[in-house]
């Protein structure tokens, strides 16, 4: 089991690119779930999604978009990147109240 | 909407003594979870402990244990024996039971444990 995994690792971007964070799990979970994490701020929660087909925003979801591709993948979408969305941003997915967190992914924005 | 709270942003130990991180949290829910995450350098979050808020009985995981005050709010973090390898930032996190059970983390601790 590889859990779940995000790609890529790290990443920098121009302000005003595009770009789409990945993330899977192979543990047949149903809820996933996108967090940023910011110095100082913890974790806060973008968008989840407790089923495949359906997504909801979380704390802080302007300036994102999620696709819930199918039961294994949940897609983080920027679609003009700012200097603000500079973080490090985390995948999770959830069996019975315990998320299962990916590697994170390192996004600078310039 | 619950709110957690870790009040000491940094906190040093010395090898093999013992170290509490507070964690004080808000809500109106009677049926909620609480965990410590630890985030060591690699990035990587890992569960420590969990409470379940219906049980009475501090959660305990070898050198990690908690003291969970319901009434009070509180739910602090006690490391025994603390290792280098326990220096990470540490994370409170609160979740309601039924619903969407979305996580809500403190803003952290960053634990130093120095030889």
């Known amino acids: 089991n590889a859990g779940v995994t995000q790609t890529p690792k790290f990443q920098v971007l121009k302000t005003g690119q595009s770009m789409t964070l990945q993330c899977a799990q192979d543990m047949n979970h149903n809820s996933m779930y996108w967090y940023r994490q910011d110095p100082g701020m913890g974790l806060r929660l973008i968008y989840y999604?407790?089923?495949?087909?359906?997504?909801d925003k979380g704390e802080v979801p302007n300036g994102y978009n999620v696709s819930r591709l199918n039961k294994r993948e949940f897609s983080l979408r920027l679609e003009s990147a700012a200097p603000s969305q500079t973080s490090v941003y985390f995948c999770?997915?959830?069996?019975?109240?315990?998320?299962?967190f990916g590697p994170g992914t390192r996004l600078t924005v310039t | 909407a619950q709110t957690v709270t870790q009040s000491q942003p940094e906190m040093s130990v010395q090898e093999a003594e013992t170290v509490t991180l507070s964690c004080t949290y808000d809500?109106?829910?009677?049926?909620?979870?609480l965990f410590w995450y630890k985030q060591p350098p690699s990035r990587q979050m890992i569960l420590v402990i969990r409470?379940?808020?219906?049980?009475?009985q501090n959660a305990t995981e070898n050198r990690f244990s908690v003291n969970f005050q319901k009434a009070a709010k509180s739910f602090s973090l006690k490391i025994s024996d603390s290792q280098l390898g326990d220096t990470a930032m540490y994370f409170c996190?609160?979740?309601?039971?039924?619903?969407?059970?979305?996580?809500?983390f403190g803003k952290g601790t960053k634990l130093t444990v120095n030889p």
């Open positions: 996190a609160y979740v309601n039971q039924g619903g969407s059970e979305k996580l809500v």
């Open positions: 999770a997915s959830r069996s019975g109240l315990e998320q299962y």
């Open positions: 999604s407790a089923s495949e087909g359906t997504t």
């Open positions: 809500t109106s829910e009677s049926n909620y979870y």
């Open positions: 409470q379940e808020a219906y049980k009475q």
